[in-house]
C-alpha cells in the first residue's frame, strides 16, 4: 500500500490551502478528485505528465518570454491537477465579478461622458488625466449598448482566511481566456472519468456568448456581420493564444496591416479587394490602434480607425481607451464609485490600496512600509513591485525620498500571501508539492446581462514562497474545474441553425497578407524538399565515396555548386577560373554538413526550415493540428540537430543522413495535409500555385545545369537524377535497363503525368492561373503558355542514339537546356506578376514576406 500523498504535503498556517481545510481534512470538492490520486501509481502519473507535456508540443502551445534566450515560442506550462471550486462557492463568487463588470463599464462611460465622478471628488482628477491611457480623442465617443468592457478579467486572489480579493483588473485586452481553453483541452482527456463524475462545467457557451455579443452590437444592417480578431503579431508573448481563438471563434486573424479605413468604414484586403469589417477584437493596446491620432509611431495599427469608430461605423472590443481602469491606484477608490454609480456596496472588495498622490495615504505608507508593497500607479511605468520588509538601510531611504519626490507615481497595496494548492512534482515519483495561485475570471457582456466564464485560468507560482505569479517569470497554469448541482451543458459552439445570411465561403474573409505567406508557404515546403533531396542524393554517395561512387559523387557536388547550395566562394570575374569543390573527403564531408546547419550558412536547408517555419507562424490559425504537429516535429528536428552541430564534435555522416530523411519525411507530410486536409478556397489555390512555380525552378534549373556540366556524364549520372527527382522507381516500372538519356528527358521533362516533369509543372500551373483570373479576374497568362509551346515542339528524337556518357553538351542538350532556362526564368517573373497582383492594394505600400 504506497504512502497517502498527505504525508508529505506541507500546511503553511499563514496561506489558505484549496484542497485542506484548517482541521486537515480534504475539503467537500476535492475529496472524490483526490482519493483518485491517492490511488493513482506512479507510473499512470509518469504516464499523465507525458501526455500533458506530448499534447503541448504537438499542439504547439507557446508563451513567449522576453529577454529569455529561449523565450521565443517557450512551451506553456501546465500542471496537470486542476484547481477545484464547489458550485456555491462559485455562484457567490461569480455574481461579485459580475457587479465588477457593471461598475466598470459605468466608470469608463461616465470618464469619457459627462465625468460626474471627477466633479463630485470621488475620483482624483489627477488620476485620471495623468493616466497615458485616458485617450483624449475618445471623449463623448459611444459605443453601441453603452458597452465598452466587452470582455473583462478579474485576477483574484484568496487571503489566509479565505475570502477572494481583486488584486488587479483587466479592462484593455484580457488575455488568458484561450489558454484557460486548451487547459481544459489537455486536462479534460487526463482525467476524463473525475471529470464527468464531479459535473464540471464546461466553457463553450461562455465563447457562444461572446461570439452573439459581438454580432448583436456590430453595425451590420442586414448583411452577415465580419468580426476579426487584431493582433499584433507572432512577436507578441500570447500570439498562440490570439491565433487559437480565431481559428475557435471563427474569426479571422488580422494585423493592422490587413485593415484599411475607407470613407470612415473599416475594410479588409482580400484578394477579391476589399470587403467590410463590422467589429475587432481587439489584442493590440489603446494607444497602438490608431497611428493618426493616438500614437504616431506605432506600425501595428490602422489609420483613422478612431474616426470610424466615431461614425459608428465599426464595434471595437474592448472600447479604445479601457485601459484607463489597469491603474494599481483605481481598486481604493471603486467602494466610493460602486455607491454612486450602481448605488449598492461593492461585493468583493480589493486588496486595501492607498494612492499616494494623497497625503493621508502618502503619510501612511511611509509609517508602515514594512507592512506594504510598493507599485507603480501606472502600467506605462513598468514598476516591478518592491516589499517593502525587504527595504533596508540606504534602499529603504531611496524609496522614501521617491515616494515623497513623485507620490501620485506610486502606489502601497497590503501585503497577502496567496493561498497554495497542491502540484505534481514532474522530478519525483509520488509527490504533491504546495504552490501559491492565484485564478483569473473572465465577464463578457451580452445584451441579457453579464456572462461569467465557468473557470478561468488558475496561475502558478514558480516556488511555494513566491510572492508574485507571473508567466513571464517563470510560472505555470493549471485549468479550473467548477461543479455544478445541476446537469451539465453539452452546448456546442456550433450553431442550431445556419441561414442564408450566415453562409460563409472560404476565400471571402482571407486577407491579402494571409494569402501572401500561404503562397510562400508553399514555395518554401517545396525548397526545403528538393533541397533535402540534392543533398541527400550527394551526401549518400559522400558515404559510399568507394572508386565507384566518386564519379557520381562528383557530379551531384557540381549540381549543388551550379544551385548555390553549397557555401563555397563565389564564382570569380570572367576569365578567371569557376570555382571548384575540394576533392579531399575531409573537406567534402565538411563542406556538405555546413550546407545542411551551418550558421555561416544563411542559405542553407536550416536557413530555408527556419523560413518555412516563421511563415507558417503568420498563418497559424489556417492549419490544422495535425498540419501543425508534422511543423512542430519539424521545428524540435532542427533545434535537436543544430544543437548536435553547436557541440565541439560536428555530427557524424549517419546523423546528417538521418536529420535529411526526417526533413523529408515532413515535407512529405506537409504536402499531404496541402492536398487533403485543406479547403480547395483562394489561398490553397496560391499555396499550390506556390508549391508548383518552386518545383518549376528547380527541376528545370536541375536539369538545364545536368545537361551542361560534362561531370554529370560519368557513370550514375543518370541514375541519382532521377532519384532526385523522386521518378527512379517509376522509370524501373517502365524500362527493364539501366538509365538512358532518352527515356530519363521523355520523364522527367516531357512526361505531363509525372507530377515530378517539367511539363507537368507547366500545365498545371496554367490550369491553376485560370481558374484565379476567372475567380478573381485579371488577365490572362501568357508567359508559360509559349514556353510549354517550345517544350512540346522539342524533338526527343534528336537523343535517339546518344550515349550521355560520349555526349559532350551537344547541340541538342544545349538546345533543351536554354529552353529549361526560359522555363525557370518564366516562372520567377510569374512569381512577380503575382506578388503586384494579389498581394499589394492601389494606394497602400505592398509589403512581401521575403524574396526568393
Known sequence: MPRSLLSSYPQTPDRFDEMLAEDGGIRPAWQPFFAHLDAATPEQMRHRLDYVRRRILENGVTYNVYADPEGADRPWELDPLPLILGAAEWQQLAGAVKQRARLLNAVLRDLYGEQTLLKDGTLPPALVYGHNNFLWPCQGVKPAGDTYLHLYAADLARSPDGQWWVIADRTQAPSGAGYALENRTIVGRVFPEQFRDLNVQHLASFFRELQDALAHWAPHADEAPLIVLLTPGPYNETYFEHAYLARYLGFPLVEGQDLTVRGESVYLKTLNGLRRVHAILRRLDDDYCDPLELRADSALGIPGLLQAVRAGTVLIANALGSGLLESAALPGFLPGACAKLLGEPLAMPSVATWWCGERAALDYTIANLDHLVIKGSYPSQHFDPLFGNELSGSDREEMIARLRARPQ????????????????????????????????????????????????????????????????????????????DAVVSTFSLLKHSVGKADLVRGGDRLSSRVVENLYWFGRYSERCDKTARLLRVALSRLVDAGDDALPALTSALDLCLALKLLPVAEPKPAG???????????????????????????????????????????????????????????????????????????????????????????????????????????GWRLLIIGRRIERLIFLAK???????????????????????????????????????????????????????????????????????????????????????????????????????????????????????????????????????????????????????
Open 409 to 484: 507615481a506610486y502606489v502601497a497595496q497590503e501585503l497577502v500571501n496567496y493561498s497554495q494548492a497542491p502540484a505534481w512534482g514532474p522530478q519525483h515519483k509520488r509527490r504533491l508539492l504546495p504552490r501559491g495561485v492565484g485564478l483569473r475570471v473572465y465577464v463578457t457582456a451580452t445584451p441579457n446581462g453579464h456572462v461569467v466564464m465557468p473557470g478561468g485560468l488558475t496561475r502558478v507560482s514558480a516556488a511555494s514562497n513566491a510572492r508574485i505569479i507571473s508567466m513571464q517569470r517563470g510560472g505555470s497554469s493549471k485549468d479550473t474545474w467548477v461543479s455544478t
Open 576 to 682: 578567371a577560373s569557376e570555382a571548384k569543390v575540394p576533392t579531399s573527403q575531409a573537406e567534402r564531408e565538411s563542406l556538405m554538413l555546413a550546407a545542411i546547419c551551418g550558421e555561416e550558412w544563411g542559405s542553407g536547408l536550416a536557413g530555408d526550415i527556419r523560413r518555412l517555419l516563421w511563415v507558417a507562424a503568420q498563418v497559424r490559425e489556417r492549419f490544422s493540428l495535425d498540419n501543425w504537429h508534422a511543423l512542430n516535429r519539424l521545428q524540435h528536428r532542427l533545434q535537436t540537430y543544430s544543437r548536435l552541430g553547436n557541440d565541439e564534435s560536428r555530427p557524424e555522416l549517419g546523423e546528417a543522413l538521418a536529420f535529411l530523411d526526417q526533413v523529408l519525411l515532413a515535407s512529405s507530410s506537409l504536402a499531404g495535409f496541402a492536398m487533403d486536409n485543406m479547403t480547395r478556397d483562394d
Open 702 to 852: 536541375t536539369v538545364a545545369h545536368f545537361l551542361r556540366l560534362q561531370s554529370t556524364r560519368a557513370p550514375g549520372g543518370l541514375e541519382w537524377l532521377l532519384e532526385l527527382t523522386d521518378s527512379i522507381i517509376t522509370y524501373r516500372s517502365r524500362y527493364m535497363t539501366q538509365p538512358e538519356l532518352l527515356p530519363t528527358l521523355d520523364l522527367i521533362v516531357f512526361d505531363d503525368a509525372n507530377p515530378h516533369s517539367v511539363s507537368f509543372q507547366l500545365q498545371i500551373l496554367l490550369r491553376y492561373l485560370d481558374q484565379l483570373a476567372r475567380l478573381l479576374g485579371g488577365p490572362r497568362e501568357d508567359a508559360l503558355p509559349s514556353v510549354l509551346e517550345r517544350l512540346q515542339a522539342f524533338d526527343l528524337a534528336n537523343f535517339e542514339g546518344q550515349s550521355f556518357g560520349d555526349c559532350r553538351a551537344c547541340d541538342p542538350c544545349l538546345q533543351l537546356a536554354g529552353i529549361l532556362d526560359e522555363s525557370a526564368a518564366a516562372a520567377a517573373a510569374l512569381s512577380d506578376r503575382l506578388a503586384m497582383r494579389y498581394f499589394s492594394h492601389v494606394g497602400d505600400v505592398s509589403r512581401y514576406t521575403f524574396t526568393s
